[in-house]
């Protein structure tokens, strides 16, 4: 054999040796190629005893940007629709789930002022109230599908503090068919609370006409919100203390007045001055424990702080005090006590 032929013959094996090492290489899935992720949007929500209806909310997993343009991702409606099934896993302080829940519906936003049922758009939806299972059709091109169940608003309404649970909790359990394009995240689930409103929760009023407490709420409050520190009580209407599900928000309801246009319509409405906040800590079947509550504050350039509530609280009938110490940075209040009424 001779010199060239041989190397000739080597050359040979050596292809056939990489295209049997490239058939052994994965490619990699892009971005587009990865499933379609189905979740649930929260992990909970709460209302008071006497609401007629709650929901829960199924979103799209935010998605890699190929375009650059968000970094952290972004959500990539379905080109499809798909069925999602879900079901109850779960009840407290109840019977059955037909004693509390009537009906059903699902619909999306498609914009500020308009919803799929505004405009006629029928989202199929089922759901047995004997098995407490449902499914809901998650449309093509929207980013998310609320489920509302209409409820008995009389079944838990009443005059006493109830310590024992009222809830449901809900799971998606898959998605039908064979399209392995868009799957169901069946790990996580929401739960459903019903609050009581002999309790904390609710909306309860300090009398701005008392100087002294007008005063205290300046000073607590004034800490975090200059609106509120340069407050005189003539110019003030209401000031109400809102404990809702995960949440505290102080909202004084100012005199002055404002146009506001809302969905083609003006309406002329009272000034809020608001301070949204995060619960951190509540003992809500308590009638008196320990409270806190907080948020980041905006300071303006870029800067931000976070500011913190803390205390107790006392519940006697109508009547809710609080003993609360604000923090700020290197500001602190003193302990200051709050009378309000519901």
Do not use: H
């Not at 107790?312 to 003193?334: A, M, N, W």
């Amino acid at each position: 054999m001779t010199r060239s032929w041989l190397c000739f013959v080597l050359l040979l094996l050596l292809a056939a040796a990489c295209d049997k090492e490239n058939d052994d290489l994965v490619k990699p899935l892009s971005a587009d190629e990865f499933p379609q992720v189905i979740v649930l949007d929260d992990e909970g929500d709460g209302g008071l005893e006497d609401e007629d209806a709650f929901s829960f909310k199924l979103t799209l997993l935010d998605r890699a940007d190929a375009t650059g343009a968000a970094p952290a991702g972004k959500i990539t409606p379905l080109k499809e629709a798909v069925t999602v099934n879900f079901k109850v896993t779960g009840f407290k302080g109840f019977n059955k789930l037909s004693d509390y829940i009537k009906d059903a519906k699902a619909f999306y936003e498609i914009d500020d002022c308009t919803t799929s049922e505004d405009a006629g758009i029928k989202i199929p939806l089922q759901f047995d109230v004997n098995t407490g299972l449902g499914s809901v059709q998650f449309p093509a091109g929207v980013e998310e599908v609320e489920v509302e169940f209409e409820v008995d608003d009389a079944l838990f309404d009443d005059d006493v503090f109830n310590t024992k649970k009222r809830e449901l909790t809900i799971q998606l359990t898959g998605t039908a068919g064979n399209n392995v394009a868009v799957q169901a995240n069946k790990t996580a689930d929401f739960t459903y609370s019903v609050q009581d409103d002999e309790a904390i929760y609710g909306e309860w009023e300090l009398d701005s006409k008392d100087a002294a407490a007008f005063t205290r709420f300046k000073t607590l409050f004034g800490l975090v919100s200059e609106d509120i520190k340069g407050l005189t009580a003539a110019d003030v209407k209401k000031i109400t203390f809102e404990v809702e599900y995960g949440e505290i928000k102080v909202v004084v309801k100012l005199k002055a007045t404002e146009v506001v246009n809302e969905c083609g319509s003006a309406e002329t409405k009272n000034k809020e001055i608001e301070i949204e906040t995060e619960i951190e800590e509540l003992a809500d079947d308590e009638l008196e424990g320990d409270i806190e509550f907080g948020e980041v504050l905006e300071l303006g350039k870029g800067k931000f702080a976070e500011f913190v509530y803390k205390g107790s609280f006392k519940i006697t009938g109508k009547q809710l005090t609080l003993e609360l110490k604000g923090e700020l940075e290197d500001e602190e209040t003193d302990d200051i006590m709050l009378t309000l009424e519901k």
